[in-house]
Each structure stands twice: as structure tokens, then as C-alpha cells.
């Protein structure tokens, strides 16, 4: 009885795996019979399941709906840089993710490309985005502020009247474009959008307004307070916070950077790396062992705070 329990529990840990290789015609039960289509895999997974994609490129449809979108729902882990033969996750290469997320459609060029690359609604701490080159997202839709179809080329992370606090690792963002938060928007609007991004890549993203990398959004009495270890933002733009834009009004935003590195981002304006508007509540930007090299404009190469006078607006501990 207790083999039959065990063989039923290694079957149902097994059939909660759907295996995709770019081309591919199966079902997706495994590298054999993998599923191409990454957008159906991820409808079809439950909180809990695991999707395993195997390098290459993907987009999220093969027509021209710019508002279509690869959607990672709560609990899903979503893992990249297979080779199509790994047994465990952990037999994956260490060398940087070929398997490419990409919002590329429509005519060449990023003019008619998906507003979002990747969406995440009210999704938690268990829901998992590991090893991907995210590129080609352009939010540039005009509607209200804070829609995903002008926020989050690459990633829209949505916890407005939820929660959202997802793990991101070891993935790139390169080449997105947005009105706000061109690669990454994490809207905590009268919620809290707290993701964690650890080994991270953030490059030639360019805002059209704010956050040319991230924005966070803590207004309407939300929370963003997104931690940020071991990541690397370079030659992002944006007209206020080259890299990172975060925004409180009665809200909070509590930044958490930890051995990352910022070089050559740039700001129209001001934040040549960081920019933190601050509201009625304080907005912290927490440093630990971080460098800022050569971001513009050079007197703000690290942060602009609009109230840098309050005391603790951002503190900085082993600052390099």
C-alpha cells in the first residue's frame, strides 16, 4: 500500500510539469512530447504546477493582439534555459538564459509590439519567473494612469486591491519601452505589488515618462516595497529616475537594493539612477553595498528625493 502511495505521489508530481520546446506539436507531458505553445501551458497550469521551456523564442500569440500576454497566475513556477533533455531544474545550464520571451509582432521593429511581454495578477510569494530574456514589450498606450497598456513593457505585476509579491531570478530585461516603468511596473495602487528580484539584468529600457527600468507605485494608499539583490541596471532612460521611479503619495514605497549595481542610466531631468517622490507617508530606499557609476545627471547620480530634507528619506549601509 505505501509503494502504490508513493508511485501515485511521484505520478501526480510528475503529470504537474508541462514541458514546452519552441516547435514543438505534443501535450506537453514531456521533453518527448512537448507542447509549443508557452501561452496555452501557462492557461492550463494551476497553483503549484511547474512549466519547464527550453531555449528559444517565444511570443504570446502568433497574431498581431498587442494586448495578448504570457499570464503567470498565483502559485505557477515558470522556469527557462532548458536544453529539452533535464530530469531537475538544477541540472539547467549556468550560462545566460537563451530562452527568450519576446513581444515582437506585427511589423519589424517595437512600434506594434505586445504593450506587455509577461502579466501577474495577485499572485504570491510561491509563484515563480526563473530564467528568461525578456525583450521587445512597448507599453505605449494612452489610457489612464497606471494601466498595463502604458506601464510594463516586459512585466506588468498587478496587486491594485490585492496583493502581489512574486520571485524573479535570473532574467533580463532588455530592449522594453513604456510610458512608466518600461521594463518593469509594480502597481500597489490601494494594494501592495512586492516582488523579489534576485540576479537580474535591466538594459536599454527606455520610459517614454518615468522609471525608465521600474516604477513602483504606492499611491491610493498601497505598497511597493520590492527588494532588488545582486541586479544590475544599465543605460536605462527615463525623464524622472534613469533606472527606478518610485511613487507614495499617501501610500508607501520601501526600496530594498542589495549588492546591485547602477551605471550609465540616465534622466531627462532628475534621478539620474533613483527617483522617489514622496508623499504625505516616507519613502525609503534602502542601500546595501551598491555601486553608482557614471548615471547622469552627475549631481543626482545615485538619488533625487523630492523631500530629502525629512530625515531617513534613504539611508545607506557599506555603501561602496
Known sequence: MLVTLFLALCCQAQSQITYVSQGAKGNGTSWSDATGDLASALANATSGAQ???????????????????????????????????????????????????????????????????VLMKNVGASTILDGFVITAGNANGQPKDAMNTRCGGAIYIDGENGSSKPTISNCEFIKNLGRDGAAVYNNGRSGESSPVFINCIFKGNEAGLDGGAIYNDGRLRGKSNPTFTNCKFERNMGTYGGAICNSTEDGTCNLTLENCVFNENAAYLRGGAIFSLNGDEKCYTELLNCKFTANFPDDQNMIFTTTASRDGAYKIAGQD
Open 51 to 117: 512549466v519547464w521551456v527550453a531555449q528559444g523564442t517565444y511570443k504570446p500569440t502568433a497574431d498581431t493582439d498587442r494586448k495578448a500576454s504570457f499570464i503567470v497566475k498565483d502559485g505557477v513556477k515558470l522556469y527557462g534555459n532548458f536544453n529539452g533533455t533535464e530530469t531537475s531544474i538544477d541540472q539547467r545550464t549556468s550560462a545566460p538564459s537563451a530562452t527568450i520571451l519576446s513581444g515582437e509582432m506585427g511589423q519589424a521593429g517595437q512600434t506594434d509590439n505586445a504593450y506587455n511581454v
